[in-house]
């Protein structure tokens, strides 16, 4: 198969990253003409984001494992009549038990089968431009908050939100199943040349002890605390926004430029891993997160708010689709799905924890300086952990 397939791959998986995690996230737009028609409350709505995190983490790993095991195909086909069917039984939800039941369970569970898989196979089809090729895949989240929210927006505008609902579940159908069907596994790898060149030093070991090694610790350390640092300020940027005076619709348009920022740092940090190394983009990515978040202590302007909006989305969504190439690295290809698997499961549940903190932290206090301080804190560890990945052994190879 021509090499230049692996295109397609990237473009397969962008689309599948940005209706999955679009869907999901668009629940926020849903928040208040849900609550107004249903009478539900508020928080018992949000809560099936928080089941979204947490399925999407146990998700992640066994729909890893078994990509491993039957193929990507078979894994993001299920995944997307999945979404599909738990959009439109959600829409139909006669209480919130079953909208949670059906939105946070069904929903989380359909969305976390794209991620691991197509990140997984995108690596084993690329052995130059692999981060870009990666980050290209994750842009897809990127785009989602920009495409399907605001068409969430209108439907709901247009019609109520049952029938948004439903229609976007639709759409899913008919923009994931064609897509799916685009999905083709790497050709098989041959060496021809003798020479030095890096090879994942885990690539011999079962999935226990991968899953044991040093090397998986630390990445999955790493990614959850990278995740815990910047959830909570992404989740709260909004109302912190609004604390410190900017209008509600202005605060808003911040989220939007956090995530158009976020499309060129995938493309900035990618190609920098490609030409620097993996481990330190990523450890300097990490360190300059940490910063901005810090930094947000000492803002209160709408300018200022977008200054930083730009430098701190590109960061965390540049940083990001480097811990797939980390794991590529150190495992190699045959166990990825289910090594990446069980990493995104660790990220999930440091991206569940920075929400309900920072949710505590302004119980407590009626504002948000503990959080950004101790979000800024986890942030240095996070980069303080990724130092100590080791470097990857250089082995001669054979001729063929």
Not at 96 to 120: H, R
Not at 144 to 162: D, G, N, Q
Not at 180 to 205: C, D, H, I, M
Not at 283 to 309: N, P
Request: positive net charge.
């Amino acid at each position: 198969m021509n090499l230049s397939y692996r295109w397609v791959i990237v473009a397969a998986g962008a689309l599948m990253s940005c209706v999955a995690i679009g869907t999901m996230f668009s629940l926020a737009i849903f928040l208040e003409p849900m609550a107004l028609d249903t009478g539900w409350s508020r928080a018992g709505i949000s809560s099936a984001m928080t089941l979204n995190f947490l399925v999407m983490g146990l998700g992640g790993f066994v729909w890893g494992a078994l990509s491993d095991r039957f193929g990507a195909r078979i894994v993001v086909t299920i995944g997307a009549l999945l979404l599909g069917l738990a959009l439109v039984l959600a829409s139909r939800a006669g209480s919130l038990v079953t909208f949670q039941i059906t939105f946070g369970v069904l929903v989380g569970l359909a969305a976390s089968a794209f991620f691991a898989p197509m990140i997984a196979l995108t690596t084993g089809w690329f052995d130059t431009n692999r981060a870009l090729a990666v980050s290209l895949v994750s842009s897809g989240m990127g785009v989602a908050p920009m495409t399907i929210s605001p068409f969430a927006r209108w439907l709901i505008s247009a019609y109520e939100w049952r029938t948004a609902m439903f229609d976007i579940g639709i759409m899913a159908w008919v923009l994931l199943l064609p897509a799916v069907l685009l999905v083709r596994q790497p050709p098989k790898p041959v060496v021809t040349v003798t020479g030095s060149s890096p090879v994942a030093e885990g690539a011999g070991l079962s999935v226990g002890q991968a899953l044991r090694s040093p090397q998986f610790i630390v990445l999955g350390l790493t990614f959850f605390a990278c995740c815990a640092a910047h959830s909570g300020p992404i989740f709260h940027m909004v109302s912190y926004a609004m604390l410190c005076g900017v209008a509600p619709m202005a605060a808003v348009s911040i989220y939007s430029v956090e995530g158009l920022a976020g499309l060129g740092g995938r493309l900035l940090y990618g190609v920098l891993a490609d030409r620097l190394g993996v481990k330190p983009v990523l450890i300097a990515g990490l360190l300059i997160q940490a910063v901005v978040i810090a930094a947000y202590l000492s803002i209160s302007q709408l300018g200022q708010f977008y200054m930083l909006a730009v430098v701190f989305g590109a960061t965390y969504g540049g940083v990001m689709p480097l811990y797939a190439v980390l794991a590529r690295e150190y495992f190699g290809q045959r166990i990825l799905g289910t090594v990446f698997g069980a990493a995104t499961m660790l990220s999930s549940l440091g991206m569940a924890l920075g929400p309900l903190a920072g949710g505590m932290v302004f119980d407590a206090y009626a504002n948000y300086h503990w959080l950004f301080i101790g979000s800024a804190l986890i942030g240095l560890g996070a980069a303080g952990i990724a130092i100590a990945f080791p470097p990857l052994p250089r082995r001669a190879l054979q001729p063929a």
